[in-house]
Structures are given as C-alpha cells and as structure tokens.
C-alpha cells in the first residue's frame, strides 16, 4: 500500500504504466458492467434532464426517445469518477492550485486575454461534442473501447485525430510548444 501512495504522490506518471492501468480498467469496464469507456453520452444525458425538468415537451422526439433517453446514466456515474480521480490525484500529488485561465503557456501565444480564452475553450467544446456526435462517440468511445474491440473505425479515428490534431498545434502554437 505505502508502494502505491508513492506513486499516486507523483506528479507525472509514466505514459506506459498509465497505458496499462487505463487498458486494465477498460477491460474491467467491459467485464464487470459490462459497459464500454466513453463520456460524450454524460452531456446528452444531462441537457435531456435538465430539459425535462424545464421544457418535457422538447424530448418529443426520436433521439431522446430511443437513441439517448435522459437519465442518470453510467457515463454520468464515470464522468464523476474521472473528475474526482483527477482531484484526488491532485491534491495527493501537490499539485492542486485553483487558478483562473489564461495560463502562461496561453499568455505568452495569444496574450492575456480571460474572455478570448473562455470563448476559445467553449467553441473547442461544442464542435469537439458535435463532431463527437457525427462520429458516434468521443475519444475514450472511439479510441480507447473501439479500439479494445479491434473496431477499424477506432483506428481510422486515432489516425484522423492525429494527422489534424499535430498541424492545428502546430498553427495555433506557431512551434512554441
């Protein structure tokens, strides 16, 4: 137990054991749930409680009826598990600071303005969860259960997600980073 405090208490982890622990808990995912990785689906759930709540004529329609009903779901439930993970992982590192964007790496690139970087990062947002949606799945659904399945279309994914993630870093970060 103290062996493995120890390595929760670091600060980086090394890529491959975390290849192996996040494979193992996909595996597990799969074998007691029974259920794949995957987190797009939490914030389908959630605006399809909330508009229940507010507008239940609104889920009058195929998509909430049949493909995504709202209700506490599991990806709810493992979206709060990565969330509280990355606290406790956080706080037993050291490493938690709340902070306020923009960041330095951000300062030094675009400037310092907050509402240019808020505005940035709930664009980067919506179109990551519409194209999640076009595709039928986020990274962790795609990438990591498709790919745990041998599924083609999880490694034209990764392909894809490589070859125009790499240049838009490339652009937006003129090489800095």
């Given at each position: ?45 959630v605006?399809?409680?909330?508009e ?46 709340v ?48 790919g ?30």
């Open positions: 137990m103290k062996w493995l405090m120890a390595q929760v208490r670091k600060k980086e982890w090394s890529p491959y054991a975390a290849g192996i622990l996040l494979g193992l808990v996909a595996v597990v995912s799969i074998w007691i749930p029974n259920q794949l990785l995957g987190a797009s689906g939490t914030f389908e759930s605006a399809g409680l909330l229940k709540a507010v507008y239940p004529a609104g889920l009058e329609n195929v998509y909430f009826k049949f493909v995504m009903p709202p209700g506490v779901t599991w990806q709810m439930w493992l979206v709060l598990g990565i969330f509280f993970g990355a606290l406790f992982s956080a706080v037993a590192s050291g490493d938690f600071k902070r306020w964007v923009p960041d330095v790496q951000w300062v030094q690139v675009f400037g310092p303005s907050r509402w240019k970087r808020w505005l940035v990062a709930f664009v980067g947002g919506v179109i990551l969860e519409y194209g999640a949606g076009l595709a039928g799945g986020c990274t962790s659904g795609l990438a990591i259960s498709g745990l399945l041998l599924a083609p279309s999880a490694f034209l994914f990764i392909a894809g997600m490589f070859m125009s993630g790499i240049p838009t870093a490339l652009i937006l970060y003129r090489r800095k980073y």
